[in-house]
């Protein structure tokens, strides 16, 4: 018999790195834990506000530090972060405020954190290699892609991008990221609107070490396509079709929702067994109320954006709905913001509470239009209506109406007539179901933490 073969080395430390926001580091928080149950070693660098959560899930902590070690709950509510007049501003120029305040100006502090991971790590384990896991928007990544140096000794590590985000990726068969299509004013528009942040991030790479710019526009992809490969968090049915997808790039389906045969514990609410036992009953029985979910998320959390006027719209259906509210953080109330601090009948409502636990129970689901929000509802296969608008969230809304999955009210605070004249139909017809849960189907095909966990291997050379 000839000689076994040389064994493979062994597997590389893995380094997630992820823009601060709740939004964005939830997903990552579920690969970094689906990576550390499948053998690897975890490290994460991040917020301190989210430290119990990263280690809670089998990483090993590194803080940000300074200006990049930012709280998106205190960014949104502390005035002194953002510029006054901030909150009456359009969508578009509070979304490149955010992008200045988070992405840009924090990145030369992120480049340095970075770096000094990297050491750390290279200093416990001189002979293994770092593999970076990079969301899309954590910025402070691309000096080293860009030419910029690492300290001495330290290899340059590859790194794979994932996209927790519809993909802000230019195409020769889409408008420009937040334009909407049809697309009718010549590209050069866009590039010249956003000329002060394209200059703000060459400027910031530069100062950083790097040997060059991006050579296009901010939202175009360069952040996505500087890596290794893309790993898009989503399924194909909720995407726009296109014909130059970048080389490496594949879907890989959710990270929201829990795996088949999973029981969750129940919330201690009074009035859950009560929303069980309803789910309990057959669809045709004339008991079975229809449950309608509505929340907005950790960032617009004035409930009289969305939650109230929705509370609003069915106060007279005690008979047939009920609306179980979610208001997003710890220890928060409603009855302060009701007229004359009644809740109507039909209503529940929980300060905070699990997604894929009430997704169960929901025959609607009404929210502003993040991504991880819609993708708890196409791993439900729940039927959606959204108002949603900044960030991502319009591109988002678009999608969903695009896709047939739900309702788009194309606006972020909307009226009770509108919102009742959304979920009506959501409510009746049996299309938006059939719909969403094809792309449920599709979802049940991916498994991205093995996916990942899978390529990782195949990237490194490892076992």
Known sequence: ????????????????????????????????????SRGWDVAFLGPTAHRKRIESAGAEFFALQGVADLNDQEYYANPSYLPPGYKALPWTKRGKIDLQLQCLETLPTQW????????????????????????????????????????????????????????????????????????????????KS???????????????????????????????????????????????????????????????????????????????????ANSALAAEDPKRKKVLVVAQGTVEVNPHDLII??????????????????LGWKDATLTEFMAGGVVPGNARVADYLNYDAVLEHADAWVHNAGFGAVNHGIAHAVPMVVAGEGMDKTENARRVAWSGIGVDLA??????????????PVLRDGQFRRRIEVLRKQSEELNPFDILSEDLIRIAGTV
């Not at 954590?138 to 794979?160: D, Q, R």
């Not at 006027?309 to 509210?325: G, H, K, N, Y």
Request: include cysteine.
């Open 112 to 191: 340095e954190n970075f770096k000094s991971t990297l050491a750390a790590l290279h200093e416990r384990w001189p002979s293994r290699r770092v593999l970076v896991v990079a969301e899309a928007f954590f910025l402070g990544i691309m000096p080293m892609k860009f030419g910029a140096p690492l300290p001495a000794g330290v290899p340059v590590p590859k790194s794979v991008c994932v996209s927790i985000t519809v993909p802000a990726i230019k195409s020769i068969d889409l408008p420009p990221f937040a334009y909407a299509a049809p697309f009718d004013h010549p590209l050069e528009k866009w590039t």
């Open 1 to 36: 018999m000839g000689d076994d073969p040389a064994p493979k080395p062994q597997r590389p430390v893995i380094l997630v790195v992820c823009h601060t926001l709740s939004g964005h580091l939830q997903p990552l928080i579920r690969v970094a834990n689906g990576l550390s």
């Open 309 to 326: 006027p929705t509370i609003r719209a069915f106060a007279d259906r005690e008979a047939d709905v009920v609306v179980v509210a979610i």
């Open 194 to 276: 956003a000329a002060d942040l394209t200059a703000l991030l060459d400027k910031q790479l530069l100062a950083s070490g790097a040997s060059r710019g991006t050579g296009e526009p901010i939202l175009a992809g360069a952040n996505y396509r500087c890596h290794d490969a893309i790993y898009q968090v989503g399924v194909p049915g909720f995407e726009y079709p296109r014909s130059d997808w970048p080389e490496g790039f594949k879907f890989v389906g959710l990270v929201q929702g829990t795996p088949k045969g999973t029981v969750l514990p129940d919330p201690h609410f009074d009035w859950w067994k009560e929303l069980k």
């Open 411 to 424: 606006t972020a605070k909307p009226s009770v007539e509108q919102v009742r004249d959304a979920v009506d």
